[in-house]
């Protein structure tokens, strides 16, 4: 099969999402992170925790908007590695693939850790133990908690029936919970302020609670965290009808949503409570914080877990989801064995690339809890994964900009520079290299303080590359090089299939201007 | 209006009472990152009820002119 045919069969999968799915869809994935990100970045950043969301919230705008711009250029399910294939060919392509990969792998451990982290909200009422008393020694090994460990592999395994049975959340309850958990955030926050927030708190924490630099360093790139999941704009996008028009604002708006809740929850959090408390609820910090506001902590805190936990564990489903979506797309463009692709006889599901992933992500659960905290060890991994597949997205635009001006944009990443490349007006994106920097920046943090991801995440993109490499010389393909790809035909179907006629045109028009400037046939 | 509006709506009208109501609280124990975090709603409120403003001024010029 090649590869215009596959494009256009994926493409008859488009369906019409509407604005509001389209922008609960993404909001199911990022809006849940803040549940797992709040206590582990409070342990470390203390004092300075809001600074630390409000500096990786910057970042994360700018890769918000490169990935605005991208999924509204090319809806294309596959994300960054899509955008980094086009922009920097097979090799940049599969490393972008490979770090994404290793982020949906911890993903489904983190998530699943952090949703069982919220179930154990009610273990105090009601069995009177709270779930830190249950870890135990294992010779060498430390706090090791066999329990949450436990409750945590049953969620797993819990998904990947669920999977390979084919049993997904419909996209009603995906909106009806979304909605839920926006109006549940909310009112915690309004009440939070209006009822328990004391700004002295707040200040007495910045000026005597401030973290060291190193501290604040693993802090700041712990937040990134609170913010991965844009993958799920281009996984939107790809079945949304007319998504040049929908992306831009439900992306936007996505944004937009998440950066206040991730900013207003610590900036509350510090002014209602010591830092130390939320940190020691590492597994619940939101229901911990929801249950200290007057009035309605008594409803809100249990509702909060139990919101938390449902919502939590839909993000570890998108993780088994699209971990089995991008290992179709790397395997379509050659990069791993098309082994993967085979589906259940019966379930017509992607069952080996379910079992293989999820398989990996539970190796990453059982690991982590055998080290003194399961989700800071995660959370490393995590952060290692998503500035690197990040960083690739961010060039990837700008190559793009030089190598494929003629694909109409219906959205920009705004303040461009106008430069004249190849005798060809193109648009330098300079709020791209600013957002590069901040990504950059916050890898280099990654790299420096923490001392798993450092080496564990590195270590995941060399054995990935072996294999890649290996796979690549046994079918006599290019390891270095890149494959020759009709990427105009292939961008005139996606248009196509997306019903953006009038992008169709305004791009068919573009390159016969070109063919024109040739002195070629146009198109 | 979709649901989208009334979302924006809903919370920019919400931005408004927290943002003053944040002023409130801090006049008791005065700190720049109080009135900067109260100042944020607010500026945050403001900028999205422009958006309101807008949307009005269409919605008349539309009924003006059948």
């Given at each position: ?5 596959s494009?256009?069969?994926?493409l ?30 409070m ?24 990935y ?8 294309v399910?596959g ?25 949906y ?8 850790t952090?949703?069982?982290g ?11 133990v709270?779930?830190s ?114 992306v ?15 900013t ?7 002014g ?12 619940d910090?939101?229901a ?113 900009r030089?190598?494929d ?13 106008k ?11 300079l709020?791209a ?39 690549r ?11 020759p ?14 019903e ?24 | ?10 919370t920019?009208?919400l ?5 003053l109501?944040?002023w ?28 309101f ?14």
């Amino acid at each position: 099969m090649n590869l215009a045919t596959s494009a256009a069969e994926k493409l008859e999968l488009r369906r019409d999402v509407t604005v509001w799915g389209s922008f609960m869809w993404g909001y199911a994935d990022v809006g849940a992170d803040i549940y797992a990100a709040l206590g582990l970045v409070m342990a470390a950043a203390q004092g300075a925790t809001h600074l630390a969301f409000a500096l990786a919230g910057l970042v994360y705008i700018m890769i918000g908007l490169a990935y605005t711009e991208l999924a509204a250029t090319y809806p294309v399910a596959g994300g960054g590695q899509y955008f980094t294939l086009r922009g920097l060919g097979d090799f940049w392509g599969f490393i972008a693939g490979a770090a994404l990969l290793l982020d949906y792998t911890i993903d489904i451990a983190l998530f699943a850790t952090a949703s069982a982290g919220y179930v154990n909200f009610f273990l105090p009422v009601l069995f009177g133990v709270d779930v830190s008393q249950l870890a135990v020694s294992l010779g060498p090994l430390h706090h090791v908690n066999l329990f949450w460990m436990g409750e945590s592999l049953l969620l797993v395994l819990f998904l990947i029936w669920l999977n390979i049975r084919g049993i997904r959340e419909s996209s009603l309850f995906n909106e009806i919970l979304g909605a839920l958990d926006i109006i549940t955030e909310s009112t915690i926050i309004v009440f939070g302020f209006l009822f328990a927030w004391h700004p002295e708190l707040l200040a007495h924490q910045w000026n005597t609670q401030f973290p060291t630099l190193r501290q604040f360093m693993y802090g700041s790139s712990l937040a990134i965290i609170s913010f991965v999941g844009l993958e799920s704009i281009s996984q939107a996008a790809q079945e949304t009808k007319r998504p040049a028009t929908i992306v831009p604002r439900t992306s936007l708006t996505l944004i937009f949503t998440v950066l206040i809740f991730a900013t207003a929850f610590p900036t509350m959090s510090l002014g209602v409570l010591p830092w130390q408390d939320i940190a020691r609820s590492v597994g619940d910090p939101v229901a911990r914080l929801a249950h200290s506001i007057p009035l309605i902590g008594v409803i809100a805190g249990p509702f909060a877990a139990l919101l938390g936990a449902t919502i939590l564990l839909i993000s570890a489903n998108s993780g088994v989801m699209s971990a089995s979506r991008l290992t179709y797309a790397m395997s379509q463009f050659q990069f791993i064995s098309e082994w993967f692709n085979s589906v259940h006889p019966r379930y017509r599901t992607p069952h080996r690339t379910i079992l293989v992933f999820t398989g990996i992500g539970v190796i990453q659960l059982v690991l982590s809890f055998l080290t003194p905290n399961a989700m800071d060890t995660l959370s490393n991994m995590y952060a290692f994964g998503a500035t690197t597949g990040y960083i690739l997205v961010l060039i990837s635009l700008i190559k793009l900009r030089f190598s494929d001006p003629f694909a109409p944009r219906p959205y920009k990443v705004p303040l461009n520079l106008k430069l004249k490349h190849n005798g060809q007006r193109v648009q330098f994106p300079l709020l791209a290299v600013v957002g590069l920097l901040g990504v950059s920046s916050i890898l280099f943090e990654v790299i420096l303080t923490h001392a798993i991801g450092r080496i564990a995440g590195p270590a995941w993109l060399v054995l990935a590359f072996a294999y890649y490499a290996w796979y690549r010389r046994r079918h006599g393909l290019p390891v270095m090089g890149s494959l020759p790809r009709d990427w105009e035909t292939q961008q005139m179907q996606v248009l196509e299939a997306a019903e953006e006629y009038a992008l169709l045109e305004q791009y068919r028009a573009a390159l016969a201007r070109r063919e024109g400037r040739k002195g070629g046939v146009s198109p | 209006m979709s649901w989208r509006d009334y979302y924006q709506a809903s919370t920019t009208l919400l931005m408004f009472p927290v943002g003053l109501a944040i002023w409130w609280r801090s006049l008791a124990h005065l700190t720049a990152m109080s009135l900067a975090v109260g100042g944020l709603f607010l500026a945050l409120a403001t900028y999205r009820a422009y958006f309101f403003v807008v949307y009005w001024r269409r919605m008349k010029g539309e009924r003006q002119h059948g």
